[in-house]
C-alpha cells in the first residue's frame, strides 16, 4: 500500500529558479526513508508541502486515504495559559470527547437504562478502549520519560519554553497522537543521549511511515531503510541507510568519473580530426562535408555532467609532541550552582594522546566540567592540574568573535597577527576561496564559523584539543569538514559530544557523567555499548531471580521466560567461545596471520553477542 505518492513536484522561490524540480516518488506503508541533502536543497521545503503548510507550483500529491500525517517542525499556536501538560492532553482530543459521552451515558443510564442508551454505552466504551483511553496517562509518562520532559516542565506555560523544549514536546504530542505518518525534521537536535536511542526504539516498534531529516548520521543508520538524496532539486536513491548511501555514493560518482574522462577524452579526439579533415577540405567538398558530419557528431553526443564531489580539506592542525605522563589530572573536583551539586569528589587522570569522549544527559554539568578544564570558571572545591609540557586549545559550542562585523581576513589578521598571504593560505585550506573571504564573520553559517574558529586554533601548537558539541547543528558536510581535520590530529582530545557517530570515530576512552559522578571507561565506544548492554542483561537476571515465577500456562508458542531462558545458554556458550579464543589469541600474539584470523573471529562474536543481549533486554522489557 502507497501512503505518499508525488508526481512531477514543482517549487520555487524565485522566477525560473525551481528549488524542487518535477520529483516524482513513492514511499510505501511502513517504510523508514531518510531524506538527505545540503542545507538550502529543499528537503524542509518538501516536508512542509507534503504535510500541506506549502502550497506547490505544480505536481500532484497524494496522501493514502485515511492516513493522518504530522510534521514536527509545525507547532501549533496554544492559548496563553496553556501548560505543556495541556499540550500533550490535545494529543487525546478524541480520548477526551469519549470519556465525557461515557460519563453523560452513564447518567442516562441511571436514570433509564433504556436498550438504545446501553448499546451506545457499549459502542462508546469499546471504541474508548480500542483508542487505549485506559491508558492516557500511562503513556504520557512514558513519553515524557523518554523525551526528558520532566514534570517542572509539563507545568511549566508553553510559550515561556525554549524553542528547543517546545520542538521535544510537540515530537512527544505528535507520538502520544499515535500518527500514521511521521516527517521527522532534525528530530535528534534537542535530544540527549538517552533520549535519543529512546526515539530509536520507539520508531523501531512504530508501525507506520516515517520519513526523517537528519544530520545525525548514527541514527539514520539506526532508522531508515532507504536514503533518498535531494540534489539540484532533482532526487537519487538508494536502497539502504546512510552507511550504505555513502558507499554507494562514491561507487556512483567514481563511474561518473570515468564515463566523463572517456566522454571529453572521445570528444577531444573527435575534434582534433575534425579540425584535421577542415584543414584537408580546402578545396575538396568531400572532405569538408566528412569535417562538417563529424562535428555534428561531437555536437548530438550525450554529455555526462562534470562530478562535483567535494575535495578533502588540505588542512593540519599544529601540533605540539606531548612529552610526560599526566596531562590532566582531576583530584576531588566539586562545582555547585544555586545550592544544587552538579558533581563533587572528581577523581581522574589522562595521558598523552587520549581521545576522551565526555557523555551524559543534558543538565548533568558536561560544559561546565570543560570550562573548568578551559579556566572560564573555578571550581567550588577540588583542583585541575596539567601537565608541564600541556598546550591547550578550546572550540565552545556557541562560537564568538572579538569583532563579528570584521571578515574573515581582518579577522586573523587582527586576532592572530599573521601577513595577509598567511591569512589567505590558511582560509584556502579551510575551504575557504576567492572573495568569499571578505564575508563578514556575522554572516557565516554555523558550520563555517567552526570551522573558522579551527583555521584559527591552527596557529598555536595544540596537544590537548577541548571541544564543546563541535557537530551541534551543523550539516553533514560541516561535519566530514571538521572530522576530517580531527582525523589527522594525532595529540590529545576531550571532547562533549551527543553524535554518536562522531564519538564513534574518535574516542577511545569514555567518561559518563550521571548522579554527580564521572564513569571511567578505557574503550572504544561500541566496546562501552557492549559492556552496558551486559551490565543491562546481568541487571535483568538478577531483578528476575528475586520475582517469583509465574505459574506455567497454555500457549501457541514458548513463554517470553522459556525465550529468555534459550537466549541466556545461546549468550554462556558464546562467552564461553570469546574467552577460548582470547586465549588463544594471548598464545598467537608474535603469529600475525593467526592473531589476525583470531581477531576476526573475537569482532564476530562480539557481534552476535550484542544482538543476542538485546534480544535479551527487549524481551525482559516487556514482561518487567
Known amino acids: 500500500m502507497i501512503d505518499i505518492s508525488v508526481q512531477n513536484l514543482v517549487k520555487a522561490y524565485e522566477v525560473d529558479k525551481n528549488i524542487l524540480d518535477g520529483l516524482t516518488f513513492e514511499i510505501q506503508a511502513g517504510e523508514r526513508v531518510g531524506l538527505l541533502g545540503k542545507n538550502g536543497a529543499g528537503k524542509t521545503t518538501l516536508f512542509r508541502l507534503l504535510s500541506g503548510e506549502l502550497e506547490k507550483d505544480e505536481g500532484e500529491i497524494v496522501i493514502g486515504p485515511g492516513k493522518r500525517l504530522g510534521l514536527i517542525s509545525q507547532i501549533p499556536k496554544y492559548p496563553a495559559d496553556y501548560t505543556t501538560e495541556d499540550v500533550l492532553k490535545e494529543a487525546h482530543t478524541r480520548l477526551y470527547q469519549l470519556e465525557a459521552e461515557l460519563e453523560t ?36 509518562n512514558r513519553v515524557c520519560g523518554g523525551l526528558d520532559i520532566p514534570s517542572t516542565m509539563r507545568a511549566q ?27 521527522l525534521d532534525e528530530p535528534t537536535n534537542h535530544l540527549d543521549l538517552k533520549s535519543t536511542e529512546w526515539l530509536e526504539n520507539y520508531l523501531a516498534k512504530f508501525p507506520g511511515t516515517v ?16 536514503t533518498i538524496e535531494v540534489e539540484h532539486g532533482k532526487l537519487n536513491f538508494y536502497s539502504g541507510n546512510y552507511s550504505y548511501y555513502i558507499d554507494e555514493k562514491a561507487r556512483r560518482e567514481e563511474e561518473q568519473r570515468i564515463r566523463y574522462e572517456r566522454e571529453q577524452a572521445e570528444i577531444d579526439r573527435l575534434g582534433k580530426r575534425a ?29 555526462t555532467d562534470r ?11 599544529s601540533e605540539k609532541e606531548f612529552r610526560g605522563d599526566e596531562l590532566i589530572v582531576l583530584k576531588k573536583l566539586a562545582k555547585r550552582f544555586d545550592n544544587r551539586t552538579l558533581f563533587e569528589d572528581i577523581n581522574l587522570e589522562s595521558g598523552g594522546g587520549e581521545r576522551i569522549a565526555l557523555i551524559g544527559d543534558n543538565g548533568t554539568g558536561k560544559s561546565t566540567l570543560l570550562k573548568l578544564i578551559v579556566g572560564e570558571e573555578a571550581p567550588d572545591s577540588g583542583s585541575i592540574k596539567f601537565g608541564p609540557a600541556v598546550k591547550k586549545a578550546y572550540l565552545p559550542q556557541h562560537i564568538r568573535f572579538d569583532s563579528p562585523n570584521r571578515n574573515m581576513v581582518d579577522t586573523l589578521l587582527y586576532e592572530l597577527g599573521v601577513s595577509p598571504q598567511t591569512a589567505r593560505n590558511r582560509l584556502g585550506a579551510f575551504k575557504f576561496h576567492g572573495e568569499d573571504v571578505f564575508t563578514p564573520v556575522s554572516a557565516l553559517s554555523g558550520g563555517e564559523q567552526s570551522r ?19 557537530t551541534n547543528h551543523l550539516d553533514i558536510q560541516s561535519r566530514e569538514w571538521i572530522e576530517e581535520v580531527l582525523e589527522d590530529y594525532t595529540e590529545a582530545l576531550l571532547f562533549v559530544s551527543h553524535d554518536r557517530y562522531f564519538i564513534s570515530r574518535f574516542a577511545t576512552r569514555i567518561w559518563t557523567l550521571e548522579n554527580g559522578q564521572i564513569t571511567d571507561f578505557h574503550g572504544t565506544y561500541d566496546e562501552y555499548l557492549r559492556q552496558k548492554a551486559q551490565q543491562a ?19 501457541k508458542g514458548p513463554s517470553p521466560e522459556r525465550q529468555l531462558a534459550t537466549l541466556e545458554k545461546q549468550i554462556a556458550a558464546l562467552e564461553e567461545q570469546k574467552a577460548t579464543l582470547e586465549g588463544e589469541a594471548a598464545e598467537q600474539s608474535t603469529n600475525y596471520e593467526a592473531l589476525m584470523d583470531l581477531t576476526t573471529k573475537i569482532t564476530a562474536l562480539d557481534e552476535q553477542l550484542t544482538n543476542l543481549y538485546i534480544q535479551w533486554e527487549t524481551i525482559a522489557e516487556e514482561i518487567g
Open 105 to 140: 451515558l452513564s447518567e442516562q443510564m441511571a436514570q433509564n437504562a433504556t436498550p438504545e442508551v446501553m448499546a451506545r454505552y457499549d459502542k462508546t466504551l469499546a471504541n474508548f478502549e480500542r483508542l487505549g483511553g485506559y491508558e492516557m496517562e500511562t503513556d504520557r
Open 157 to 183: 506555560r508553553f510559550n515561556t519554553l525554549s524553542g528547543g523544549e517546545k520542538t521535544r514536546v510537540n515530537l512527544a504530542r505528535l507520538i502520544l497522537e499515535k500518527t500514521d505518518i511521521l516527517l
Open 211 to 226: 520519513l526523517i531529516i537528519s544530520h545525525d548520521r548514527y541514527f539514520l543508520d539506526s532508522v531508515v531503510t532507504r
Open 275 to 303: 579540425e584535421q579533415m577542415m584543414g584537408w577540405g580546402t578545396g575538396n567538398k568531400k572532405m569538408a562535408r566528412k569535417a562538417k558530419a563529424m562535428q555534428s557528431r561531437i555536437a548530438r553526443m550525450a554529455r
Open 307 to 317: 562530478p562535483d564531489h567535494e575535495k578533502r580539506l588540505h588542512a593540519r592542525l
Open 452 to 470: 573558522l574558529r579551527l583555521c584559527m586554533l591552527m596557529e598555536g601548537d595544540v596537544n590537548l584539543l577541548i571541544l564543546d558539541e563541535p
Open 537 to 555: 542483561h546481568y541487571t535483568q537476571i538478577e531483578k528476575r531471580k528475586e520475582k517469583p515465577q509465574k505459574p506455567a500456562g497454555k500457549s
